[in-house]
């Protein structure tokens, strides 16, 4: 699939909020209609991504279809974090409640800036 085609299909299918507070990230999307066992979340250095399973529609043959509006591809959605998010399995926090997927992503403190005399 053409990623930029899957990535406004994931943004408009898997709608998402995003907010800094100030010792953590947190990010609520909505994602009706699937399971637990839906989802691939995976970090990277500084990336977390999350993919679901390909969702399908069934179809009969004699269905005489009025609106077929709803999703049900596979979703991707990325979100690349500003330096100090800590992205270890053992820190992001996922739960998956009622249709909504919510991470929790800690930070370090930021570091107060230091000058340098020359």
Same mark, same amino acid.
């Given at each position: 699939a053409d990623a930029k085609k899957m990535a406004s299909f994931?943004?408009?299918?898997?709608?998402?909020?995003?907010?800094?507070?100030?010792?953590h990230h947190l990010i609520t999307i909505d994602?009706?209609?699937?399971?637990?066992?839906?989802?691939k979340i995976t970090t990277d250095a500084?990336?977390?991504t999350?993919?679901?399973?390909e969702r399908e529609r069934v179809e009969l043959e004699d269905d005489k279809w009025h609106a077929k509006e709803r999703y049900v591809g596979a979703v991707v959605r990325k979100f690349e974090? $500003? /330096?100090?998010? #800590?992205?270890?399995?053992e820190d992001v926090e996922a739960v998956f409640d009622n249709g909504v997927l919510t991470l929790k992503v800690p930070t370090? $403190? /930021?570091?107060? #800036?230091?000058?340098i005399t020359i």
């Open positions: 994931s943004k408009k299918n898997a709608p998402a909020d995003w907010v800094q507070r100030s010792d994602m009706p209609g699937l399971s637990h066992e839906d989802f500084n990336e977390i999350i993919k679901t399973k974090f $500003p /330096e100090g998010a #800590k992205l270890s399995k370090d $403190p /930021e570091k107060p #800036k230091e000058t």
